[in-house]
């Protein structure tokens, strides 16, 4: 069974611009993040990317999950473990 899912990004029709509103610029932040997180994407750019970058990312999304969600919440929605 698969965990992983990108629905959004497959019927997305909004702006994908930053600024406008909460809600747009929440759309716009999925859109990104599902485009990015692609396995072709990555593979081309994490070669590229050099050892700071990796972490300097690594480190930005382990503080967000630190700093918005419980060790129950992190192992059920993020790693959906439990």
Do not use: V
Not at 13 to 41: N, V
């Amino acid at each position: 069974m698969q965990k992983d899912t990108h629905h959004f990004i497959q019927g997305y029709k909004g702006l994908g611009a930053f600024g406008l509103s909460r809600e747009t610029d929440e759309e716009t932040i999925m859109f990104y993040l599902q485009k990015f997180s692609e396995d072709s994407f990555l593979k081309a750019i994490l070669p590229r990317l050099s050892d700071q970058e990796l972490e300097d990312i690594y480190q930005f999304i382990n503080t967000k999950l630190k700093d918005h969600f419980s060790e129950d919440e992190y192992h059920s929605i993020f790693l959906k473990d439990r």
